[in-house]
């Protein structure tokens, strides 16, 4: 007895044809055709040609028809809920949102299909409406005939960069770059233009993706602790390829030899308390870079550096222009796009670090790497990733090597598009550079305008309604009133005597506040030790005029007080006395 069971049949995502049938080549056809025409049956010309014999009858029969021989199209197209235009409009809000900064997640994309859909009536199918999104065999349908999109994980970028990257901060950045250039020619030829920034190396490395069995829940990777020792490394790479040795700031009051085995060749070792870069551990840096580099002022460098605070000081400029360092700086929050060691360098720098330590996790198990193996860390990624490749192509996409001030297209600056603003330092962020100068940056009006256009072409008149007229784009509310703000970052030349200037005094101004704030501290700690000296003296005082009235109550005191009787006296004891005595004794 056969038993019958009911199965759901359906349709595969990709259908792979089994034969190849209507896949013939004109050329082939032709060649049939005209055995056909020269006396051969069809049957006989399609084996020969190893064709299909139905394919062929129609070709012959179409022949007589019309002269020319084409490969037979469908009839038919595959049944679509949505229409080309409208996915079209779908695809084209998807791009634009991501460079916003702003990107939809595939269930999202879904959930839009179906409100689109919604919108303009059309009929779609029952699990649509159910789930309130469009299926999942109509979204992998909307990627393959839509190439160019992708899903992607994308990279975090704070409020406070994506408004501070304007085509105005862009703008006045290569301008004085261009001026710099022309002071000498070293410059204009590149040969002297270096980048410089700090990166943390820990002893505790980021997992990467290993082979594991499936279906295991969890995977784990072996890592030397829970938290790691954080050492600052500083690298400094030049335009034409070239690297610089190495300078590392560990965590470490006095600075031992011993925290540099297997460094770097040339490598400078530093130390302070908190392993950081900072005003007093700079000018080393500067020393060092000065001395790699051979500056003097017959033969100049350009340094690049971001707007941290702790790369300006007075010692610091000071240094760099006796010595023939012109110092530039990037505008603030704008490393992400426009630094080469952000852009081209520490990434396969880290990927690099994080495999050296898996690498001596695996030869040396159940043995964490300490402080003391950073350096060569640190040795094994400089000597695998500061290629003259990589270092050449990180100055070539920020446009500073060879200088090309048009290198970032309008869709680079859609993200400041959101708020038509340029204020980051009102913004609160936990991942912002401290900056260093006054000036506001200028209002971004020419990327403003640039967005809004590209925003506007996509709401022009159509036959449907579109996702952003259903959605919109994002926009930013106007911003409240706040209190004053702190200082604001600019591009600037910081070894030029203007600004070298406003370094000092604002340095003098800081110093003047922490000698009156120390001021007050003191006196506010003289004042409670002499209150807390005059309290103790008031509550001995207190206690001993208590004791003196206790005592003279009781001498004063008229109150009867009952004594109790003396105690009898006792015998005193009897030494030498017999019992028979003391018997007499009794009687």
């Not at 509310?477 to 600037?492: C, F, I, T, W, Y």
């Not at 004042?527 to 207190?542: H, I």
Request: charge should be positive; hydrophobic fraction near 35%; include cysteine.
């Amino acid at each position: 007895m056969w038993q019958i069971t009911n199965l759901r049949s359906r349709m595969v995502r990709n259908y792979k044809p089994k034969t190849n049938r209507k896949l013939t080549s004109p050329r082939k056809l032709k060649a049939a055709v005209a055995l056909v025409k020269a006396g051969w049956s069809i049957r006989k010309a399609a084996k020969d040609k190893g064709i299909n014999r139905q394919t062929l009858f129609k070709a012959c029969k179409k022949k007589n028809k019309q002269p020319d021989v084409s490969p037979p199209q469908l009839t038919y197209n595959s049944r679509s809920v949505l229409s080309p235009e409208i996915e079209k409009s779908i695809s084209d809000y998807c791009i634009q949102v991501a460079q916003m900064g702003y990107g939809l997640t595939v269930l999202k994309c879904r959930e839009l299909a179906f409100e689109v859909a919604q919108k303009n009536n059309i009929q779609m199918p029952l699990n649509w409406t159910k789930e309130q999104r469009a299926g999942i065999d109509w979204y992998h349908g909307f990627r393959n005939r839509h190439p160019e999109l992708s899903v992607r994980t994308p990279e975090g970028c704070s409020i406070a960069r994506a408004m501070a990257f304007n085509r105005a901060n862009v703008k006045l950045f290569f301008d004085k770059f261009a001026e710099v250039r022309e002071r000498h020619p070293s410059f204009v030829d590149d040969s002297r233009i270096y980048n410089l920034d700090e990166s943390c190396t820990s002893t505790v490395q980021n997992t990467r993706k290993i082979i594991a069995p499936k279906g295991v829940k969890q995977v784990h990777q072996v890592k030397g602790a829970e938290r790691g020792v954080s050492v600052t490394t500083c690298d400094i790479i030049g335009a034409y390829g070239t690297v610089l040795p190495p300078v590392h700031i560990f965590p470490r009051k006095k600075f031992v030899p011993d925290l540099m085995i297997n460094c770097y060749p040339g490598a400078l070792g530093l130390g302070n308390e908190k392993g950081y870069m900072t005003k007093e551990t700079f000018p080393a840096v500067m020393s060092h870079f000065i001395k790699c580099t051979g500056a003097t002022p017959n033969n100049p460098a350009l340094l690049l550096l971001d707007n941290v605070e702790s790369h300006f000081s007075t010692q610091t400029l000071d240094l760099a222009k006796n010595n023939g360092v012109t110092v530039l700086t990037f505008p603030p929050h704008c490393t992400h796009k426009m630094q080469p060691l952000d852009v081209g360098f520490f990434g396969p720098f880290k990927a690099y670090y994080d495999a050296a330590v898996n690498t001596y996790l695996a030869n040396n198990p159940a043995c964490p790497p300490t402080i003391y193996r950073v350096a060569g860390f640190v040795n094994d990624a400089l000597l695998k990733a500061a290629t003259p490749l990589n270092i050449i192509k990180s100055f070539q996409v920020t446009g500073i090597v060879p200088f090309n001030r048009d290198i970032f297209t309008d869709s680079d600056f859609m993200m400041a598009a959101v708020t038509l603003r340029s204020d980051p330092s009102l913004l609160p962020d936990g991942n912002q550079e401290t900056t260093v100068s006054t000036p506001e940056t200028p209002t971004p009006e020419a990327s403003s305008a640039v967005a809004s256009e590209l925003i506007d072409d996509t709401r022009r008149s159509k036959d449907f309604v579109t996702p952003a007229d259903i959605r919109g784009f994002p926009k930013a509310k106007p911003k409240e009133k706040q209190r004053k703000p702190r200082r604001k970052g600019k591009v600037m030349v910081a070894t030029d005597t203007p600004e070298k200037a406003e370094i000092s005094q604002r340095e003098e101004q800081a110093e003047l506040k922490k000698q009156q704030t120390e001021e007050r501290k003191r006196k506010r700690l003289e004042k409670q030790a002499a209150d807390s000296s005059k309290t103790r003296r008031t509550r001995r005082n207190t206690k001993r005029a208590l004791t003196y009235e206790s005592d003279n109550s009781e001498e004063t005191d008229d109150v009867n007080v009952v004594t109790p009787p003396p105690a009898p006296k006792s015998t005193p004891p009897l030494s030498g006395v017999t019992m028979g005595q003391l018997r007499t004794i009794k009687r």
